[in-house]
């Protein structure tokens, strides 16, 4: 019988803050305040679930944490970026540089290989390569897809289209992965597989993740999730941790199971050790 | 030891190769373009539709330039003394006479040619009468003769009461072949030299004949004619020899080569509306070709409306979006310029033998170039306002 012994974990870091987080759209008697005040750290190593029940909130702080919406009220720092006053294209620059995204669409470009789809994104996030279709080759490799690199997305089934998804959000490598709702569109075996692949993600310690979902299939994959209700976090748990245990025991235990997961589903991601 | 999925390789400067940007937005552009065939075919037909409405009404235009300046950029003179208020070469009347001796004793002038033109009933040999411009110079030693003889030669008019015609007004003539026989102003002539494409914009058919045949036929004087052409001798100033000639010459005007020409072509082209008319058909085609591809690339744009938004929502830059955009418009225009062009070459090609003569330059493909590139890139800014407006966080729970 073997013993997996578990390296010394290197601290985790703030991959991105949001303080005061308060949202308003409309006006007057229109008024409607989604977000009442979100305080909220990401930090690398972890796969973060946002839950809550659908009107929460959930998509709108999304939005937020993704440079893609301005808060109302509230600080926002990706990656030690500062958000505050930025105009839409500083955002863009923000999300660009450091924010992948991963779609329940999938949002691939139809006419676009699996292959050109991961190198869009490299070209949008101004990556500097010395062979971009080996690269994107290699980041689809990486999730496992390298075999269908060639194919267009009408030729993917919905678990090859998130994992391509995958594949672009972590092309450029951008230190926060944000997930809109990444299993809603697949059945339980492609859910699951998206899910293991997230968390094999999370394991980058320059990287954190954060999924929002409502699906409890995702909960066993989760480092950290936290609870939203009419527009305030309304709880944050570690799963599986204890109050003998620490939570980074905790979390990398299941997360190992998680990659035992991944590689019974694919067994072709690529790992690399980090020692 | 920590498990982590490889996302980076392989990594930037890996491979001994130098990192370079990748380039993707042209790829995207022409897949966009090319996957919807039918919107690509809508559009190319509008961009087709008006590069050749629009190269057609220029060649038109150029050719009518050329036509009615034709006999003017044949002759070889510095200087027409013409009759007083003459609006063009084929709107002849007569000088009063003598002009040539008085231009030939004006100090700094070398040489004087003189040129009989006016109109003449040409009755044909199998009966009918049509109207031609006569055109009577001196073959031997003058500088507007035929030319392009196809049939013939200048020898041959030396021959009493010989002509040469243009065989693209053989059908208006109604003759066929060197040899027939007409009357010009009822007095036979008949065919010794056949020409090919010298076209007249007026559509009269043209009909040259030596000076002295052209006065029998026209039954003016020895000492009459309708233009008369001063070559300067070298180093002469042409201001001052023009100014000596007005002094002697009165009641006619004194025109360079240069003004003349200008003087003809605005008057065909400009006072009687037939060059507004091709530069309005030109403009149509331009306005209708806007329209078309404005149309059809905004459509195509928001058919692709997500992934614009999908690549806004990824970090693009607004002006990303737009290079997309702009390089679709490019290339339908590329595309759309190639098959006009084509086309237009053989609307000219056809028409080569015909009395209506449409010219292709080299200048004028470029311009229609550069038009068909502006008129995409103008359709281009419907496409660009709309995707302005895209709101990125729409890429979210769809």
């Known amino acids: 019988m073997s013993v997996m012994v578990e390296a010394a974990k290197p601290p985790s870091k703030v991959m991105l803050e949001a303080k005061g987080i308060v949202k308003v759209f409309g006006t007057g008697a229109g008024e409607v305040k989604v977000l009442k005040g979100i305080d909220l750290q990401l930090r690398s190593g972890e796969l973060t679930l946002l839950m809550g029940p659908s009107g929460s909130g959930k998509t709108t702080l999304l939005s937020i944490l993704g440079c893609i919406l301005t808060p109302t009220e509230g600080d926002l720092e990706v990656a030690g970026n500062s958000t505050e006053g930025l105009d839409a294209e500083g955002l863009a620059d923000v999300r660009r540089k450091n924010v992948g995204f991963v779609f329940q669409g999938y949002n691939l470009f139809p006419t676009m290989t699996a292959t050109e789809n991961v190198m869009l994104a490299l070209d949008v996030r101004s990556a500097l390569v010395v062979d971009a279709p080996a690269h994107a080759v290699g980041a689809l490799d990486a999730v496992g897809l390298a075999h269908r690199a060639t194919a267009f997305p009408s030729k993917l089934s919905g678990g090859e289209k998130q994992r391509v998804a995958i594949a672009r959000a972590l092309a450029g490598s951008p230190s926060v992965i944000l997930a809109d709702e990444p299993t809603a569109a697949l059945d339980a075996e492609n859910g699951r597989a998206v899910m293991a692949l997230l968390s094999e993600v999370a394991k980058d310690p320059n990287r954190a993740v954060l999924a929002v979902t409502h699906d409890h299939r995702t909960i066993p994959y989760a480092d950290r999730i936290i609870r939203i209700e009419d527009g305030y976090i309304v709880g944050e748990e570690r799963p599986g941790e204890t109050p003998d245990q620490g939570s980074k025991t905790h979390a990398g235990k299941r997360r190992r199971s998680g990659t035992n997961k991944t590689k019974a589903l694919g067994g072709r991601y690529r790992i690399r050790r980090h020692d | ?370 038009l068909t590139i502006g008129m995409c890139a103008i359709a281009a800014v419907s496409a660009i306002f709309k995707v302005t407006r895209i709101d990125p966080a729409g890429v979210f729970s769809r």
């Open chain 2, 1 to 370: 030891m920590q498990a982590n999925i490889d996302t980076t390789a392989p990594l930037a400067g890996e491979g001994g190769g130098k990192p370079k940007p990748v380039k993707m937005a042209a790829k995207l552009a022409y897949r966009n373009l090319f996957h919807d065939r039918l919107s690509l075919t809508v559009t190319l037909v509008g961009i087709v539709f008006s590069v050749v409405l629009v190269a057609v009404q220029c060649g038109l235009y150029i050719g009518a330039e050329r036509m009615i300046a034709v006999m003017l950029d044949q002759s070889d003179g510095d200087l027409w003394i013409v009759p007083y208020g003459t609006k063009s070469f084929d709107d002849p009347t007569f000088l009063m006479g003598h002009e040539k001796y008085a231009v030939l004793s004006t100090p700094g002038v070398e040489d004087a040619e003189e040129l009989v033109v006016n109109f003449s009933a040409w009755r044909k040999p199998g009966g009918g009468t049509t109207t031609v411009l006569l055109v009577g110079s001196d073959h031997v030693e003058g500088s507007l003769k035929p030319w392009n003889i196809v049939e013939g030669s200048l020898n041959d008019l030396r021959a009493p009461s010989t002509v040469a015609v243009d065989d693209t007004y053989f059908v208006d003539l109604g003759v066929t072949k060197i040899g027939d026989t007409a009357e010009v102003n009822n007095m036979r002539v008949k065919v010794a030299a056949v020409t090919h494409g010298i076209r007249s914009f007026t559509t009269l058919p043209y009909v040259f004949t030596s000076l002295a045949r052209a006065r029998t036929l026209l039954g003016t004087s020895a000492n009459q004619a309708s233009y008369t052409l001063v070559r300067l001798a070298p180093g002469a100033d042409p201001k001052e020899v023009r100014d000596a000639l007005e002094a002697r010459l009165k009641d006619r005007e004194v025109l360079e080569q240069a003004e003349f020409r200008k003087r003809s072509v605005d008057y065909w082209l400009f006072q009687t509306g037939a060059g507004a008319a091709l530069i309005a058909g030109a403009a149509l085609g331009l306005i209708v070709g806007v329209v078309i591809v404005a149309q059809t690339l905004y459509a195509s744009t928001k058919d692709h409306l997500n992934e614009f938004a999908t690549l806004r929502a990824l970090g693009a830059a607004a002006s990303y979006v737009y290079k997309v955009i702009l390089i679709q418009a490019l290339l339908s225009a590329v595309i759309g310029y190639a098959i006009g062009m084509v086309i237009s070459l053989l609307v000219i090609w056809a028409s080569k033998d015909t009395s209506m003569s449409i010219v292709m330059t080299p200048g004028l493909a470029v311009l229609l170039f550069a």
